[in-house]
């Protein structure tokens, strides 16, 4: 925890005197302070746990693995800080960040504080699609759970695509407003059926030791992570982000509304289609290797508001460096918070993240 | 630039929100748009703004058919500034303003110093530069719409429309917004209802049941015969020495 918040007032300390300034120094020290603090927070990441590692040997495993040094490390050690922590920190980083922007790209496109990433029925989808496969057993053992998440995730999107598409041809001013909340409806509709079906299936099929299990992974499990993950994670993440930045101009656009932004020369349902499309094939990729991780896409894209203000060429790197270090924290705070124990990391997210945006809501609300 | 509209049609479930509009702006002139709630004046301004596709007819700028202009092309020529347009977001009323400068933007054409000199101008142009530092949340309706308008001439357009700018504002603000439309060198079609605001327009047109129902010179277009047909209302035209045009004194409705 300590990590994670230390190394977000960093951020924000950072932030701060830069809002108003126009300059580029104040670009500069982005570029190479993001990067800093984004390796110190995988550092803590991979050096905090049941048993800590002083941070040489990490840097000398580092040191082995990435240049071939030969440094005399402890082999048990060297296993845990590579295949297990280092991975794993890694991943975090990835899908703090990836759902971070995704909340970005959802809030400011469809104008609603409420938006996040699992709003477009991919979280449900995608729980459906892992219950089908763990429990009912389906593609007889040649899906992994991962792979039947993917695809629920993306079959619930494209049915909510199919239903805001079909409920947002309305009449009256405004179509392209109109369309921001055909969007929401059909995702909250398309939710509610996945999760019953979920339900559904757990009902009937499930014991009770399934059952613990589905909803262990449904609240968030970083456990089990490999390289394969971060293989996967990675390239999403930078896609993502690469979007967005590309993109930056366009989500600014939005600022007034959907109508505004075609005013200023934004072919909305062209930016809408293909941002919405990125970011829930980058969600529905971090959902499938680590569950359903709640709290990170709606309330980093809110704090970082407060802290950087609401232009996006700030707002994404921002929000995207503030949700890696958010979940590597929230990661290594569930592996030693109960001894003994890994909490699953969708409750840890929750309990730091709610009294930590309370306080950045009072603060806000009184400067 | 000379915005003209040929045949406009738009019908919604049988409903006919533009039927059969014609009209041509002149470059530099002022057009006042008014009828009554629902006449079509809204949907008028958004298919003259490139918003929606009429699907009917067309309108040109310049004699450019608009249906071949990229979005982002129309953005740099016609600027529209909506009624009543709000968000939520902590943003500085430049920042707001510096929204106007989107569509000469890319991502390989960064912002620059003239930017940020056009920001500037446009926000003094309406008097808002000593407020310019302010959070939106903070600013009276008034100064919202100036700094609506600021970024509608942050685009530097050759035609700007309004639909009805002067909604909710106190009378100060009214004229005041007026005044500065008024005196802007470039194409202005807005949309009014207050009927005396639009007796300054060069010219008025006057929209009925989604049709252009007449347009031409303040003074022979609102007639008492006009105010009771299209209106409702009884009212008089009193003479103003002073202005040199007529007054409207409502009387009741019909």
Known sequence: ?367 | MRLSAEHLGWRVHGQRLLDDVSLTVESGETLGLVGPNGSGKTTLLRVLAGLRRPKVGRVLADGRPMRDMRRHEIARAIAFVEQQADTLDRLEARQAVALGRTPFLSPLRPWSERDDAIVTRALADVDMLPLADRLWHTLSGGERQRVHIARALAQQPSALLLDEPTNHLDIRHQLSILRLVRRLPVTVVIALHDLDQAMDCDRIGVMEGGRLVDIGPPRQVLTLERLRRTFGVHADLLDDPEQGRPVLRFRHAL
């Open chain 1, 1 to 367: 925890m300590t990590g994670a918040l230390r190394s977000m007032t960093s951020a924000t300390a950072a932030a701060a005197p830069t809002r108003s300034a126009r300059s580029a120094p104040s670009a500069w020290h982005w570029c190479w302070l993001t990067p800093l603090l984004l390796l110190l927070a995988v550092m803590a990441g991979t050096a905090i746990g049941e048993t800590s590692i002083p941070l040489d040997s990490i840097l000398e495993v580092l040191a082995n693995r990435l240049w071939g040094a030969e440094f005399p490390v402890d082999r048990i050690d060297a296993g845990i800080i590579w295949s297990y922590r280092l991975s794993r920190a890694l991943l975090a980083a990835c899908c703090g960040a990836g759902l971070a922007l995704a909340g970005v790209v959802l809030q400011a496109l469809l104008r609603n504080p409420l938006a996040d990433p699992f709003l477009m029925g991919i979280s449900a989808g995608a729980s459906t699609g892992a219950v089908s496969v763990a429990i009912l057993g389906l593609g007889a053992g040649t899906l992994t759970l991962s792979l039947g998440a993917f695809a629920g995730a993306g079959l619930a999107f494209g049915l909510v695509v199919l239903l805001a598409h079909a409920a947002g041809s309305g009449t009256g001013g405004g179509r392209a407003t109109q369309a921001a909340g055909a969007i929401i409806l059909a995702g909250i509709a398309g939710s509610q059926l996945f999760n019953a079906v979920t339900a559904l299936i757990i009902a009937k099929s499930a014991s009770a030791e399934q059952a613990r299990g589905i909803m262990f992974w449904l609240m968030g499990n970083l456990s089990g992570v490999r390289w394969d993950d971060v293989a996967l994670g990675l390239p999403a993440a930078l896609a993502g982000l690469a979007i967005c930045l590309w993109y930056r101009r366009a989500l600014d656009a939005f600022t007034f509304g959907a109508d505004s932004a075609a005013s200023l020369g934004i072919p909305v349902r062209r930016v809408r289609g293909v941002l919405i499309a990125a970011m829930a094939l980058v969600t529905a990729a971090m959902v499938s290797m680590v569950g359903a991780i709640g709290f990170v896409g709606l309330v980093i894209p809110h704090a970082m508001r407060f802290l950087v203000g609401s232009r996006h060429t700030r707002l994404v790197p921002a929000s995207a460096l503030a949700g890696a270090v958010f979940l590597i924290g929230a990661d290594v705070l569930s592996r030693i918070l109960v001894p003994g124990q890994v909490l699953p990391i969708g409750v840890v997210t929750a309990l730091i993240g709610a009294p930590a945006f309370a306080l950045i809501l009072i603060r806000g609300a009184r400067s």
